[in-house]
T-cell receptor
Framework: GAVVSQHPSWVICKSGTSVKIECRSL??????MFWYRQFPKQSLMLMAT?????????EQGVEKDKFLINHASLTLSTLTVTSAHPEDSSFYIC???????????FGPGTRLTVL | AQSVAQPEDQVNVAEGNPLTVKCTYS??????LFWYVQYPNRGLQFLLK??????LVKGSYGFEAEFNKSQTSFHLKKPSALVSDSALYFC???????????FGKGTRLSVIA
């Protein structure tokens, strides 16, 4: 199956700093990337959808100036959490979809802890 | 708008017994249905999917699910549970596959030896 990687797998940062999370599709071209957020013992909530070369579409309630998403190539998308605060601590999971088949492939997730 | 309901937060089953994790869905068009499993501090692992065809879908690790259009359900089943099946299970749906997957809240399965 298609493989998606995320880096880093976990990160701890101080409040007020920015953190960048990379999501790569290793063996397919992801025309669309999705970013999800998962709080402890809760479901995955879609944050945004991005198509390669276009601006991301954010879900209602997600601050686009705080969660910057870039999808500059068919194999790489990044999520930057700007001026992170403790309430941003969460598990972030990316997902890629190729235009050929309607299936999403998920990365292993990144656990962000903001002190 | 599409939605998924997993009515049980927790399912407990004895090892060797059959297990069922329930899922119902709501979509405007034809549903694309998925089951994923998540172990602690890990990402999602794909179990199985229904796109079209046979209503009974067989997936990884001996799991299967039955698509029931009239009841809008896609329950996950396994004939004989293993302790290693203990994890968090998510049902997800998209309509025609062009919209992002929407997930249920998850069901924690606990298999007791």
């Amino acid at each position: 199956g298609a493989v998606v990687s995320q880096h880093p797998s976990w990160v701890i940062c101080k409040s007020g700093t920015s953190v960048k999370i990379e999501c790569r599709s290793l063996d397919f071209q992801a025309t669309t990337m999705f970013w999800y957020r998962q709080f402890p013992k809760q479901s995955l909530m879609l944050m945004a959808t991005s198509n390669e070369g276009s601006k991301a579409t954010y879900e209602q309630g997600v601050e686009k100036d705080k969660f910057l998403i870039n999808h500059a190539s068919l194999t790489l998308s990044t999520l930057t959490v700007t001026s992170a605060h403790p309430e941003d601590s969460s598990f972030y999971i990316c997902s890629g979809r190729t235009g050929l088949i309607n299936e999403q492939f998920f990365g292993p997730g990144t656990r962000l802890t903001v002190l | 708008a599409q939605s998924v309901a997993q009515p049980e937060d927790q399912v407990n089953v004895a090892e060797g017994n059959p297990l069922t994790v329930k899922c119902t869905y709501s979509v405007s068009g034809n549903p694309y249905l998925f089951w994923y499993v998540q172990y602690p501090n890990r990402g999602l692992q794909f179990l199985l999917k229904y796109i079209t065809g046979d209503n009974l879908v067989k997936g990884s690790y001996g799991f299967e699910a039955e698509f029931n259009k009239s009841q809008t359900s896609f329950h996950l089943k396994k004939p004989s549970a293993l302790v290693s099946d203990s994890a968090l299970y998510f049902c997800a749906v998209t309509d025609t596959g062009n919209t992002p997957l929407v997930f249920g809240k998850g069901t924690r399965l606990s298999v007791i030896a």
